[in-house]
Every structure is written in C-alpha cells, then in structure tokens.
C-alpha cells in the first residue's frame, strides 16, 4: 500500500494554501478595465414599480450604465432544474424569475435596477439616487394563509399560490388512511422545520468577462457546480452557446447548497459585460446574502404513525406545507418531493406510507437545498413521532426503534428506494457503547442535586446519497442527468492530472482522490494532482452536493484508472515481451506473473509517449482516458446518534453536554476528513435545534437580517463529540463501496437534541409532548411553565 492511500488519515493537502493565505477565491480574481456592480433592492416584500427614474443615476460620477428590466427584455428567467407533477398528474406551476424584477416586486432583497461603475463605492451611491416608487401590496408569509381564498397573489399569472399537491405514493393513500383508521394506537405530532439562512465563510461572488475577439464569455463564481451554471444560463436565460462560455468555480469557501443553485447575479454580470464592453464584478455583501441567498428548510407537518400496542409500526402518514419563497430556486421543487418524500421509510419497516405535500409561494427569499436537503426533514419528523409513541406506550425509545428496524436486505421501501445493505441493530449496540447509555442514570442524579435535569435523546437517520442515477431521476422531473465524469491525463514522467466534475469547496477532495488513484497504481498521492471546477478543463459534470462526490466522481475517477492500468499492461507486456494476461500491477511496478521480470510504472508512462518498444497500430501513444459513472441506485449511509443535555428549569437553558454519533458509511477512504464532516454537520444541527431561525414579519420584512438577530453556533455551544464509523456494511453498486458522509451529521442531530430536552423535561415529570425547533430558553421556559399551568 503507497503512502497516502485509501484508510490513511492524510493531512488535507489543499490546507496548506489555505493556511498560508494562498487559496484564490473568486474575490481575488479581477480583469483589466473591470468594473463594478451594485444591485438596488427592493426594501418591500411585495409591491408595483410604479416609478423608476435612472436619470440621476446615470449622471453620478463613474457611472458606466444603469440596468433596469428593460435591458434584458429577451431574456428568460432563471429556471427551475426539476419538475414536479402534481397529484393529478397536471406539472407544477412555474412563473418566471427574472434577472431584474419586471414591475413587481415579489421579496425584500428582489434586485430592481443595476449600477455598473467604474468603482463599488461609485456604483452604491448611483444606486442610492435612483428615483423609485412602489406600490405597496399585502404580502403573504404565512403558508396557511397564502392558500385561503381571497389571498394576494405571488404570481398573478399562476392563479394559484400552490404550486404542486404532491402525493406520494398516491397509489397507498387509501390503504393508509384504512390502517390508520383501524390501528389500535395512533400518535399524532405537528411539528415545524425551522427556515434557515446558510452561512457560508465567503459570500457569493461572480465576475463576467467577454471577449469579442471570440465572442466568449467566461465567468467566475462561488458555485459548486459550474457545469450546470454554464448550461443553464446558457441555454435557458442568455441563449448563449456552450462553447462560448466559460464557467470557472475555483476556490470556494463553503456551500451548504446555498452554492449549487444558478443566481441572477450571476446571469447579471455574465450578460454586461458584453454590454458595457468591459469586465462587470458583483461581491455581496453579508446583509445582501441574507436576504439573496437561497433560504433552507421551512416546513409545517403533521406526522401520524399508526401502531400496535407492543410499539410495531403499521403505517404512517405525513402532511407537509413547503415554502417555496418568492419564485422557484434550482432545485427546489425536488427537496420536498423525492429527497423528502423517499426517506419516509426511515430504517424501519413501516408497511405503509403515504406522503403529501403542498408548496407555496409566499413573500420570502425563495428556498432550496440546505445540508441534508429533504432528508433531515423527513428524518426529523419520523424521529420526533417515533419518540412521542415510545412515552405514549410507556416503551424504551431505543428498544421500540430496535423492534422496527429492516434487518433484511436489499430491502424495498413503500416509498420506491431499495436500500442495498445496512445493519442498524450493528449501529446502536456501537451507540449505546460509545455514549455510555448505561451510565446515564447516574449522571442524571448528578444534574439533579445541582438542580438541573438532565435528558437522553435517541435519534435513527438513513439518507439517500450519490444522488443519481439519471435514468430514475428523469423520470421523477430532473431536468440534467445526475452522473458524474473524469479524466486521467497521466505525463510521461509518471505524474498525474485528474480533472473531475465533482467540484471541492472544503471536501476535501485534493486529498481523497489521489488516495484512490495512488491505491490503484501503487504509487505516491503526491505524485498526483486533481483539476476541478472550471468548464474549459474538465469533462461535463454535475458538480457537488448530496454526498456524491466520492461515490459517483470517485467511481468515475474508478473507471478512468481502470482503462488507465489495462492499456498500460499492455504496453508493459510489449516491454517485457509477455502476455498481457500475465501482467501484474503492484506497489508501482508492472511484473510477470511466476517470473521476477518487471518494469516500474515510470518506464511504462515513458514507454506511452516514446513508443519504441511496441506497435503502433495495436496500441496508441499517449496514456489518458475519460470515464462517466452513472450508478444504479443511491447509496443508503445510516447512523445513530445520541444527545446528552441540561436544562435548567428556571431559565429554560439548554446546555449540550455530550455528543455520539455511530455512522455506517460504506468504506471510508480518509478517516480524518470523515471525522470532521460529521463534527461540522453536528454543528449545524445544533444551529438549527437551538439556535437559528430566520423571521418574517407579518409585513414581509426579513427580522433576522444580520448576526445581531441571527444566531450562529460558537465553540462554547457545541461539546466534544464521539465519533464512530467502525460499523461498515460497503455499498454494493459501486467500485469502492462508499457511501457518503457530508451530509450525516445534519440530518441525524437535530431530533436527538430534541428529543433529549424532552427527555429532560419528561423524566423530571414535566409533561411536554414538543417544542418547535430553535429550542431557544424563552420557548422551552415557556414550555416548562405551560405544563405546570
């Protein structure tokens, strides 16, 4: 095994950069003659330009060109990349999203006019002497309301603020309604999923070029998948042709999904730079990314799960108001649909499911994918439900979950997933050893004689990663295929370039794939180098997100070496005048089997370029191939976890005192970088179940609009984590049996942080069947003193 490969704790090599101050963000790029460019936004939710007067504007000292709607009047809007139908089968409603609002405004922070000028400072002051009038109108926020009649409209032209009822799978619908109705115990929850603003180290930015010599357009973006902005603004909103634009994403500090999406800012600069003639530069500002930048979650449930009375499940049924914000991000229509609706199952064999769910548009940023995107909602609501059955049978939390677990594999779920592999009995015995369940009786008296309670909370969680594959997924209403591409450019001295579509931004990808590489050569990861994240160099890819880039650009990288090694025991048996079936490749060096002959891998890269030494006509010069991986099915990675806390009777104050996670993620290639994802999706949990949420007024206005009225995790509020992925049943479709692990962390914390709280509360006699997510003191004081009324 070569230093560095596949099981090695390697130090992330792109860190050291990082560290150094060396990384190039898309900030630190600037052009000749670049110009600047400041959006004027709308400070009302919902309202018609009824004046817009640029005049003034225009006359401002370094004023190059003001923008309105006019300007990109053949423009398409930005599109949606999925399509849902509804439950009739009639396609989701899809109003258009333009670049600048075209006489409405439909969110605070819709982007109205644009200033291009020969400076940022120049370009806001234009922007603040544009002369604009709108007409207020009412906005909606409030789900519920938005679908009563008489309700103002988003869209006007939609007739409708619904934009789908989706069913699914509306085949069981009445089957589950017939096992409910029968069951002999049914627990009901309503639960909220909290809207969340991502909070990515570095703000979006996007940098347009042209160059009329060619006609070519490039331009530079924080994105996390740059092939998919190219197409997407190529061909739906600019009408610009592939081949002349150029996409480049390098380094980018942290997505969360707020990344992955196509923005308008992005087709802005794209589309004048042609007009102005000179580069247009766009830096957001922190206040503009929290009222642009694509929102997560936000959901309203009802959850139903029908049991027996010894705790089997006999079916469940959920009920789920998605908010879509103003207009229709990326993907958004698919987060509540097939990456919710698909994981309804959980890891337990609940015969029958159904899943409905109802998006809305309303007055607000629009939302999308965030860090688990659709599964930890699903997650959180089976979990929630399972724990409030568990105190409402008088049985364990753990042992009700062990009682329902799929134990048989594959496994088809009633909700159309086939989980390939798992154990989960495997990942809580590993739980319940690692968060020391035994001994929790006697740190909870602890708490108690110093007036604290202290509380236990379990949670289960499986997730659908890699997504693909792309026959499947067209069918559910992607608009791309979701397969993944690489080329392996091996250099006559033995060195190695992969360029890949799986785009890095704090993966760690610059590590984790020369592992695999060097693992299947035999040779030194330092030998080999990764590309990524610029249309112009690497093959057609779908980017990254999902927790697929290892299983499906990983594969793809597979299947590139793999064409790589067979073409080069060509060329080394020509070398050693062997058959190439007895050609063996090890620790670097190609052998004859039963022989001691052997060459190095360098002699045989050399051999590729200066084909001396075989055919011509059997064998091409050169060493490089590509490779596509388009998987038959997802990956089903799944955990336990267990939260420790205290609560404080008297204040409300929720204290997080320990942290366990036992996760299943296939084979792992870099236990380290594995450890530090899960840490960083905890921490995002514990974000969201105590602390984060994004507020609307009844008006429309953004209440949580800066770190003043938006809380973000710190170091004091998370605690030292446990962390185990020793448990490993390996994906069994594809080459390295990985499953994904970015994703983990986000979806499998929140319910057991809530679930422990309430454990607290309950254990000490406090009746409280649920608090809405962030478990802030006031709500869960409030609790307290509502259960003693």
């Keep these: ?79 949606a990349g999925w399509q849902i139908h509804d439950r009739a089968g009639e396609p989701m409603k899809e109003p258009k999203h333009p670049i600048l609002a075209e006489g409405k405004v439909r969110h605070v922070g819709d982007p109205i006019a644009a200033v291009v000028a020969e400076t940022r400072a120049q370009a806001r002051d234009a922007a603040e002497a544009i002369d604009l009038e709108i007409e207020e109108l009412p906005a909606v926020v409030d ?67 042209y160059d009329s010599a060619d006609d070519q357009h490039t331009l530079y973006t924080t994105s996390q998948n740059p092939h998919v902005i190219r197409l997407l603004m190529g061909a739906f909103v ?81 009920s789920t108001l998605a908010n879509m914000g103003a207009y229709l991000s990326t993907f958004a229509p698919s987060i509540p649909t097939y990456l919710h609706g698909t994981l309804m199952a959980g890891n337990y064999k609940t015969p029958l499911i159904y899943v409905n769910v109802k998006a809305v548009f309303t007055n607000t940023v629009p939302v999308d994918a965030y860090r688990g995107a659709g599964r930890p909602e699903a997650t959180f609501q089976i979990e929630r439900v399972i724990d409030k059955a568990a105190r409402e049978l008088g049985l364990d939390p753990i042992e009700i979950r062990r009682k329902n677990y ?65 026959n499947l997924v067209g069918q559910l209403g992607a608009r791309a295929g979701l397969y993944e591409a690489a080329t392996v450019r091996v250099n006559p001295t033995g060195g190695i370039t992969v360029f890949t579509g799986s785009h890095s931004h704090g993966q760690g990808h610059e590590t984790t794939f020369p592992q695999v590489v060097a693992s299947m050569l035999g040779i030194d990861a330092g030998q080999i180098e990764i590309s990524h994240g610029d249309t112009s160099k690497v093959p ?3 980017g990254t997100y999902g927790s697929r880039s290892l299983a499906v650009g990983g ?71 590509t490779a596509f991986y388009d998987p038959s099915n997802f990956t089903y990675p799944a955990g336990c976890y267990a939260c420790e806390v205290e609560v404080d009777p008297e204040t409300g104050w929720v204290k997080v005192l320990a942290f366990s996670a036992a996760d299943d993620f296939g084979n792992v290639v870099n236990p380290m970088i594995v450890e530090g994802q899960v840490h960083g999706g905890i921490a995002q949990g514990i974000g969201q179940s105590l602390l984060e949420a994004a ?47 970015g994703e983990a962390g986000a979806i499998g914390s929140p319910p057991a942080l809530v679930n422990a709280v309430l454990d607290a509360l309950n254990g000490a006699g406090i009746g409280v069947d649920h608090i809405d997510m962030p478990l802030s003191p006031a709500r869960v004081w409030a609790a307290i003193q509502a259960a003693k009324a």
């Design 1 to 79: 095994m070569p230093d560095g490969g596949i099981g090695a704790s390697t130090k992330r090599r792109e860190d050291v950069r990082f560290l150094t101050g060396k990384g190039r963000y898309t900030d630190d790029f600037n052009r000749p003659d670049q110009t600047y460019v400041w959006f004027l936004r709308s400070d009302v939710a919902h309202g018609r330009i009824t004046r817009l007067d640029v005049s003034a504007a225009e006359a401002m000292p370094g004023v190059v060109k003001v923008f309105t709607a006019a300007d990109f009047a053949s423009a398409g809007g930005i599109p």
């Design 143 to 209: 789900m519920r309301a938005a679908l009563e009649p008489g309700a103002a409209l988003v869209h006007e032209d939609a007739g409708t603020n619904l934009c789908y009822d989706w069913g699914f799978i509306e085949d069981n619908r009445e089957a589950v309604d017939a096992a409910i109705k029968a069951a002999p115990h049914v627990t009901t929850l309503e639960l909220v999923n909290n809207r969340l603003i991502p909070n990515a180290m570095e703000p979006r930015v996007a940098l347009g070029d």
């Design 238 to 318: 600019l009408s610009i042709p592939e081949q002349k634009l150029r996409v480049v994403a390098p380094d980018v500090g942290g997505g969360f999904g707020s990344k992955i999406f196509h923005y308008a800012e992005e087709a802005f600069v794209t589309a004048a730079a042609k007009m102005v003639g000179r580069p247009v530069k766009w830096t957001s500002t922190r206040s503009e990314a929290f009222m642009s930048d694509a929102h997560g979650r936000d959901h309203v449930t009802k959850i139903e799960l029908a049991t027996e009375t010894d705790g089997t499940f006999l079916a469940l049924r959920s």
């Design 406 to 470: 799929v134990t048989e594999f594959p496994y088809q779920t009633p909700v159309a997933v086939n989980y390939d592999t798992g154990d989960y009995h495997a990942l809580m015995d590993k739980l319940v050893e690692i968060a020391d369940v035994a001994g929790f009786p006697a740190r909870k008296a602890e708490s108690a004689g110093r007036g604290k309670l202290r509380g236990l909370g379990i949670s289960s969680y499986i997730e659908a990663c890699g997504i693909a594959p792309s």
């Design 540 to 542: 057609f890819g779908m």
């Design 555 to 625: 594969s793809a990288i597979v299947k590139a070496v793999d064409k790589i090694v067979a073409k080069a025991k060509k060329i080394a048996a020509h070398l050693m005048e062997a058959s190439e079936a007895d050609i063996e490749l090890k620790d670097g060096r190609f052998s004859v089997a039963g022989t001691d002959k052997s060459v190095a891998w360098t002699d045989v890269t050399l051999a590729a370029y200066v084909p001396h030494n075989y055919p011509l006509d059997q064998i091409e010069p050169g060493l490089e191939e």
């Design 695 to 741: 507020g609307y007024d009844e008006n429309g206005q953004l209440t949580t609009g800066s770190y003043m009225d938006y809380a973000m995790p710190r170091s004091n509020d998370v605690p030292s984590y446990r962390v185990d992925h020793s448990c490993v049943t390996p994906c069994t479709h594809n080459p390295l049996g990985v499953k994904g692990c």
